[in-house]
């Protein structure tokens, strides 16, 4: 049976110092320096085994580099670049699970590098299964939110939709393991948008429920054209491949509102895609081809059902 601080050991190995790191592992708290006339930008996410994860299917390394995605695509949807974050450990009693830990951080130090986000601490403590819990720091001059959407601006999409969703079936397609295992979380592109956008979210927990609540944060609603609507190749391949784009989530897409008036410059800065517009009221109307579509009777993903 591994002690607590042999897990702590294994986890730490893979990772480096950070730039900004004052105090980094090893002490009560960790001290940073934020970059001078930047906001700093703070997020936080967990995943949990039997619910985010399933490690007869999941390699820990999966699990790690997920854990540290999800947080970084909401530093991402808040324009922020990643500077530092603390890992919380939720580890079983069970032999050697040291092993298990370092697999996860070998899986979670790779994408902690190339991100330029440096582990600064965090906790371990037994539970009833598995669960990494990060909080994720960034910076940015002017920090995106849900809340500033405005009626006649552009919906716009950065990423695909409907392949992690489709990871999730018996025999998936290899785009849609990766969008599901290894998700990319759009740092960079997220850090453009932030020059044009109003709001900003990322597409976790399905397009449409996550529309909703930058259109709820915002007080407008939204009509959403689904023949624009920017379809991974899996989900492509499948019947129901636009449900899952509509409310699978997991797509670690940005969905952007943009002034008119800034939209044909955000197009020569990166790859994206309007898909609808803000309106004046309330509610979520599709289309296709111009046509009404009603909405999926699910939406997306609710955190507590």
């Not at 939209?263 to 994206?272: E, G, I, T």
């Amino acid at each position: 049976m591994s002690s607590e601080f042999d897990l702590i050991d294994a986890f730490l190995s893979p990772f480096g110092a950070g730039k900004g790191v004052v105090v980094g592992p090893g002490s009560d708290c960790a001290a940073v320096q934020p970059s001078r006339g930047k906001r700093l930008v703070v997020t936080t996410d967990a995943v949990v085994e039997g619910v985010h994860f399933d490690l007869r299917r999941f390699a820990p390394e999966d699990v790690g580099w997920k854990a540290l995605a999800v947080n970084l695509s909401d530093l991402a949807a808040a324009g922020a670049t990643p500077r530092w974050f603390l890992c919380a450990l939720g580890v079983p009693r069970k032999q050697r699970a040291d092993l298990l830990a370092r697999r996860i951080a070998r899986g979670m130090a790779p994408l902690s590098r190339s991100s330029g986000c440096a582990l600064v601490g965090g906790n371990v403590t037994s539970a009833a299964q598995w669960s990494i819990t990060i909080t994720a720091m960034g910076e940015a001059v002017r920090p995106l939110s849900r809340s500033k959407a405005r009626p006649g601006d552009a919906l716009v999409l950065i990423g695909r939709l409907g392949d992690a969703a489709a990871g999730l079936r018996p025999y998936p397609h290899a785009a849609a393991v990766r969008a599901q295992r290894r998700p990319r979380p759009l740092v960079r592109e997220g850090r453009i948008a932030a020059g044009f956008a109003s709001a900003a979210i990322d597409v976790s927990d399905g397009f449409l429920q996550d529309l909703r609540h930058l259109c709820d944060e915002s007080g407008v609603g939204a009509v959403v054209e689904c023949s624009s609507l920017p379809l991974g190749s899996a989900a492509r391949a499948l019947p129901d491949g636009m449900e899952l784009a509509l409310s699978g989530g997991e797509d670690y897409a940005l969905l952007l509102s943009v002034p008119r008036r800034k939209l044909a410059a955000l197009r020569k800065q990166v790859r994206c895609i309007a898909v609808g517009r803000v309106i004046r009221g309330a509610g979520i109307t599709l289309t296709e081809l111009g046509q009404p579509r009603p909405l999926p009777r699910k939406v997306g993903f609710d955190h507590l059902k």
